[in-house]
Structure formats: structure tokens, C-alpha cells
């Protein structure tokens, strides 16, 4: 996938395109793309996503820290999808002020598009004054195929970007990455912690993230995957996002504990993938209450892990490559 931020080439002209933010790249989105590879083969030319860098509702909202996937994260689930190019403009005060019909001349003065594939809830132009009505009419005048896909429902809640957020900061992960169509998961580098998980007998990889504006589900103990900087390997392990309450800390932090693991991995980036929440974050009397629950967190862990069948009794984790 050829990512674009200036002219976009003439190979890549008369294509079929898709158009937003697609922050999540979750379901409904995929199914767009598997439209656009559809018309793509049908009509024998090129397919691209055309986006923003910022997101608009971080341009406006620059202390926005709900994104699902920023725009390095989007990119890596993108180039698995199968598009050709990724063409990201520049939103600035300028872009912002263009009004619907002048966003999409200077859309198709840089794309000259054959076929556009759209979500029905689409908006665009200065104070969202676009709709799919609007760029019906447009296409119809200019000669561009247009297909406008209905909403989508998964057990009948409608996938949309905002209802993915709203289930991950309920901490409902189950609902969230049903959603998404894969597991959510953040990213981050292990950085020196206070030491307190080594001394209770239970150490963890505490994580700075890699993206300040990602969105960090509700506090509580999640069972979780690792993916290691470098590695195909996949871990096993038990998240914990919060303030540790039990030690009177009052800073939120994100800290991983790896299942049969005692490798040194301190500045290693890691990428924990959610698989459910097991509770919200508690104040335990002392810490060997405290100690008495992680060692319950772990073993409801891997009663999730082997209802997921990534637990073997006899191999204790069955790897399986992202």
C-alpha cells in the first residue's frame, strides 16, 4: 500500500475510493474496503481510502485522547486489507473552511475518481454541511459511479466509531472488539516502574504509551495477549489499568503482568490486546489481600484463555501468530 501525502500519481487516478476518517478501521469499514477490492477487480483499476491527518475532531479537539486507531496503527491494519494507496490530506484551517461542493472539486481535481464507495452517515465540507445526497447529485453531474452502503449491525447494535469508545470506556472489551471485528489493544514501551509488583511476588511490564491521544478502556484487570517488539510469539497476560488504590499512588498507570515469563524487557515496545475485563479496580485492606486477588485475576484469566483455546494444560499457552 502506497501511502500518499502531496500529488497523488497518475496511476492512481480514475480509481475507486472510499472517503473518512475510519478511526477503528472496525467492521463496518472493512466491509467498505471489501466492497472497494470488489469494484476494484470488477473494473480492473486501483482502490484507495482517502483521509485526514488530523482527524478532524482532533483538529478541532486537540486534547481528544479517545482515538481508536491512531493514524501508525490505522496504517499497519490498512496494508492487511489489500488497498493500493492510502492518500491523507493535510486538514488545516484552510481544509477545514472549504465548503461540501469546493471539498469535492478539489477532490476530484486530485483523484479524478471513476467510483466512490461510501457509509450512508458520511459528512464532509466546512461545519459538515455534506451529505450523501449531496455527493449523490455531485457524482451524477461529474460521471462517477457511486455505491452508499447501508448502516451495519452486529447482535443489532449499529458498528459506529462512537460506539466502540463508549463500550471501552464502560470497560465492556467483549462488545467493543465484536465491534472492531479483532481485539482491541494498545501499545506502549516498558518503562522502570515503583518495583512493588517484583515484591509481591507478581512483576509487571509497565507500559508508557506509544500514542498520547489513544483511548485507555475504564480501569480495572483485563485477561490479555502480548506481542513483544520484534517477535511473532504471542504471551499471555493480565492487564491492570489504574491508580493502585493499595498503595495510595493517585497516578493512573498501565501495567501488564506476562504469564511463565521473567525475561528482562525494559525499553522492548509491547502490544496488549484485550480479551475481557475481569473486574474494576479495588482497595484491598493490605497487600496480602491484594496478593490473594491477583493470584484469583490470573487463575480467571486462564479460564478465559482456554475457553478461547489459547490454554493448554500440558504447554500452558498456545501461540498463535496476529
Known amino acids: 500500500m502506497k501511502i500518499i501525502r502531496e500529488e497523488v500519481g497518475e496511476e492512481f487516478k480514475n480509481s475507486v475510493i472510499t472517503i473518512g476518517g475510519f478511526d477503528g478501521v472496525h467492521f463496518a469499514h472493512q466491509i467498505i474496503i471489501e466492497k472497494l477490492i470488489k469494484s476494484k477487480e470488477e473494473l480492473k483499476i486501483f482502490c484507495g481510502l482517502v483521509t485526514f491527518e488530523p482527524l478532524p475532531y482532533l483538529f478541532f479537539n486537540p ?8 493514524l501508525s496503527e490505522k496504517i499497519e491494519i490498512l496494508e492487511s486489507l489489500g488497498l493500493d494507496f492510502l492518500f491523507i490530506y493535510n486538514f488545516n484551517e484552510s481544509f477545514a473552511n472549504l465548503e461540501a461542493l469546493e471539498f469535492l472539486n478539489k477532490l476530484k481535481r486530485d483523484l479524478l475518481p471513476k467510483k466512490i464507495i461510501i457509509g450512508s452517515d458520511f459528512r464532509f465540507g466546512k ?11 455531485f457524482c451524477e453531474k461529474e460521471g462517477i459511479l457511486i455505491e452508499v452502503i447501508l448502516p451495519i449491525k452486529k447482535t443489532g447494535i449499529e458498528v459506529k466509531s462512537t460506539t466502540i469508545r463508549e463500550k471501552l470506556i464502560l470497560g465492556n472489551i467483549r462488545i467493543a472488539n465484536l465491534l472492531l471485528g479483532r481485539e482491541y489493544s494498545i ?3 516498558v518503562i522502570k516502574g ?20 489513544k483511548l485507555i478502556p475504564a480501569d480495572g484487570v483485563y485477561a490479555c495477549k502480548v506481542k513483544m517488539e520484534g517477535e511473532k510469539k504471542i504471551y499471555l497476560g493480565v492487564l491492570n489499568i489504574g491508580e493502585k488504590p493499595t498503595f495510595g499512588e493517585g497516578k ?3 501495567e501488564v503482568h506476562i504469564l511463565n515469563f521473567k525475561k528482562d524487557i525494559l525499553d522492548k515496545e509491547l502490544e496488549v490486546f484485550l480479551i475481557q475485563r ?45
Do not use: C, M
Open 187 to 189: 501499545k506502549g514501551r
Open 127 to 137: 461545519e459538515r454541511s455534506g451529505d450523501v445526497r449531496v455527493l449523490k447529485n
Open 63 to 70: 486534547n481528544f485522547h479517545f482515538l481508536l486507531t491512531p
Open 194 to 213: 515503583s518495583g512493588k509488583g517484583v515484591l509481591i511476588g507478581y512483576p509487571t511490564a509497565n507500559l508508557e504509551l506509544i500514542e498520547k491521544n
Open 278 to 322: 475481569i473486574r474494576p479496580e479495588f482497595k484491598f485492606e493490605n497487600v496480602e489481600k491484594l496478593k490473594e486477588r491477583i493470584k484469583g485475576d490470573i487463575e480467571e484469566s486462564i479460564k478465559i484463555f482456554k475457553k478461547e483455546r489459547l490454554w493448554e494444560e500440558d504447554v500452558k499457552f498456545v501461540e498463535k501468530p496476529q
Open 252 to 254: 493512573r498507570s498501565i
